[in-house]
């Protein structure tokens, strides 16, 4: 149903069942697993679905190799069984990929190698590959532009990559189709507590006309990741200490020319005890990423100096030809929301594991996780839902099989989103751009006019950003491509919306995706941790 005849039902609409504050990976996934479950559901999302964290992540989908080395097996085994769901559910957006570790030292490949064994062990028939150990030909085999000097020999793996942004679609499409009414760009101005067996009461504010809507919901989940406290002040300005402290992690995208081939490439621990990762992802490279602690939450968030330079430092370490700053194509930026550490703990040592907090007036909130286990942790939320008496129960959403919009297609293999973008990620719903006039005229990158009105028409796309950063991830491949492709994606989204495309907004975001001035570290910020451990965001 279009956006505006959405609006226009909204003073009808009665009591929800379930109000979901946030619209990324977490959010989405408790939106769909309700509404599967036959509850009645609203999804509201101050920005883009997935605009904040959940479209900034490595892109990887991995069982939890890290956990594996802290003795955490029980989350290591529900990271493969969650990474196997994914790629089940969605084959269109997520494939294996094999990972190699270059070994520059005589004792890394038989250390790390049977590290790797085990995690092979655990995952059993959910695994992706086996792990073998290669000597330097093959590591540069299967590594071309992998640094020769020094080089003893390597180590293969394998893990899975998807699409965030694109994941994020198909979970919101697949949640409205069970009903689900969703609205991004709709900001909670304002939050009610329950009284008695009453319901709560929501203000919204439309980002585009400013018209306020009020709307009631029995149950509340706050799902606002790094901004979750911010929703806890709403419901209760008078709460306890917050439950957040962001981690900033920064991408660099160069030329994959730097490293063809469709394995990537793992550092576990650089000279200062962080990882680095290559990944061919969408026909370039992602060099990344960091684990930094800062004080605030910005909705964009910029590159420290410092982390810029470890990246391209540590990159020129195992690659022949150095990446530049001149190479970068595009830089982003994500926050992951770990949950506060009691006493001095850094950032690298908080737990990647998702908490849940049901307040005294019945707001759930829940924050921490990874994307892998996103539909892990919308069960739990349902669970704590259930358990808290805030809701009845309705049986399973078995989400573990149910088939995302456009998944019901046969895997696309393990290289599939190595290279280029392409009409292969829209799975069975291909036929849905190809009914969209404008098939014909290519405006880069692989993206089609018809491309664009699909994004409106189909996947919630209201802005110029919506489209060429998160239905088209130009923004993320080469941020000066897509500042010129924005000239003539912006009439298009006009056209199909009628509101103005905010096309000044993103030709702004598009210069804080290349490398120019950065921020500088905080001055609470002494020097960068000395290990960053996520994986991905």
Known sequence: MKRNELLSQLPHAGVFDLAVIGGGATGLGVALDAALRGHRVIVVESHDFAGGTSSRSTKLLHGGVRYLAQGNVSLVREALHERSAILRVAPHLAAPLPFVMPAYRWWQAPFYGVGLKIYDALAGAAGLGPTRWLNKADTQALLP?????????????????????????????????????????????????????GPWGLCLRDAHSGAEHQIKA???????????????????????APMVTPSQGVHLVVDRAFMAGDNALLVPK?????????????????????????????????????????????????????????????????????????????????????????????????????????????????DHIHAAGLLPQR?????????????SVAPSGPSAL?????????????????????????LGMGLSEAMVRHAVRHEFACTVEDVLARRWRALFLDARQALRMAE??????AEETGRDPQLAAFRALCQQYTLGKFSQTPQTQAALPKAATSLAL
């Open 395 to 407: 049986g399973k959403a078995h989400t573990d099989v149910h088939v995302l919009v456009g998944g």
């Open 145 to 197: 532009g992998v640094q020769a000097e020094g080089l003893h020999a390597g180590v293969q793996y394998w893990d899975a990559q998807f699409d965030d942004a694109r994941l994020a679609i198909a979970i919101a499409r697949s949640a409205e189709a069970a009903g689900a009414w969703m609205f991004n760009h709709m900001a909670v101005s304002a939050l009610t507590p329950a009284q008695g067996d």
């Open 488 to 493: 003539d994606v912006a009439p298009i989204v």
């Open 218 to 240: 029995r149950c509340v989940v706050n799902a606002a990741g790094v901004w979750v406290d911010g929703v806890r002040d709403l419901a209760s300005p008078s709460q306890a």
């Open 270 to 382: 650089t000279k200062d005890g962080r990882v680095l990762f290559a990944v061919p992802w969408m026909g370039a490279l992602i060099l990344g990423t960091t684990d930094t602690p800062r004080p605030d939450a910005p909705r964009e968030p910029k590159a420290f100096d410092e982390e810029v330079d470890f990246i391209l430092r540590e990159a020129a370490q195992v690659l022949q030809r150095a990446p530049t700053a001149d190479d970068v194509r595009s830089v982003w930026v994500g926050l992951r929301p770990l949950v506060k550490p009691t006493g001095d703990q850094s950032t690298q040592s908080i737990s990647r594991e998702h908490t849940i907090e049901v307040s005294p007036q019945g707001l759930v909130t829940v924050t921490g996780g990874k994307w892998t286990t996103y539909r892990a942790m919308a069960e739990d939320v349902m």
């Open 418 to 442: 190595a290279r280029a973008p392409g009409l292969h990620l829209y799975g069975d719903r291909a036929h849905e751009v190809s009914a969209c006039p404008g098939t014909q005229r290519p």
